[in-house]
């Protein structure tokens, strides 16, 4: 599947998810997502996350929205709280504790250096009315950003479909 492809993919599932927290929409809940073989559900989060940090921002930048661009932000910290940061800031909800754990077990076993290995040559969408997604993962004391203007990124790589899991599994509390 060519780059652009694969992004604007990966950008119509990340917008639903993001649409469907900032919307306070429920979507289906956790257990009713198939169990994956590749992500054991964690008891507790490891000694490397501490309490209620942030364990993932993904920020939008481009689109086209009604009142201009449809640049957002959005935090989950290790608690499962959801936050959006922009365009106004308000809770979202909360991601159920097992959604949580899943995300932090991907994120401890991610190979970043894989996953941002091949370089994203093509025209970021942001250049025709589509959206740029900008990842920052928490990993112990550090942070990894992934620029999907910069890398190609893989929607299904066991990390993205915890993080789409994790957007698409928001519930208000």
Request: proline share 8%; net charge negative; glycine share 6%.
């Amino acid at each position: 599947m060519p780059n652009h492809q694969r992004l604007t993919a990966l950008a119509s599932l990340l917008v639903v998810g993001l649409l469907a927290a900032g919307c306070g929409v429920a979507s289906a809940p956790a257990s009713a997502l198939p169990p994956s073989s590749e992500t054991p559900a964690a008891t507790a989060a490891p000694p490397s996350v501490a309490a209620d940090r942030v364990l993932l921002t993904v920020e939008t930048v481009g689109g086209h929205c009604i009142q201009g661009s449809c640049d957002s932000t959005i935090t989950i910290d290790s608690s499962g709280k959801a936050q959006q940061l922009k365009p106004e800031p308000k809770d979202l909800g909360t991601v159920p504790a097992d959604v949580v754990d899943a995300l932090v077990v991907e994120i401890d076993q991610a190979d970043f250096d894989a996953i941002t290995s091949q370089p994203f040559t093509d025209t970021c969408p942001i250049a025709f009315d589509g959206q740029q997604f900008i990842y920052t993962f928490t990993i112990g004391g550090a942070s990894q950003r992934i620029d999907s203007c910069a890398v190609v990124v893989d929607p299904e790589a066991p990390l993205f479909v915890a993080v789409n899991a994790a957007l698409a599994s928001v519930t208000q509390s």
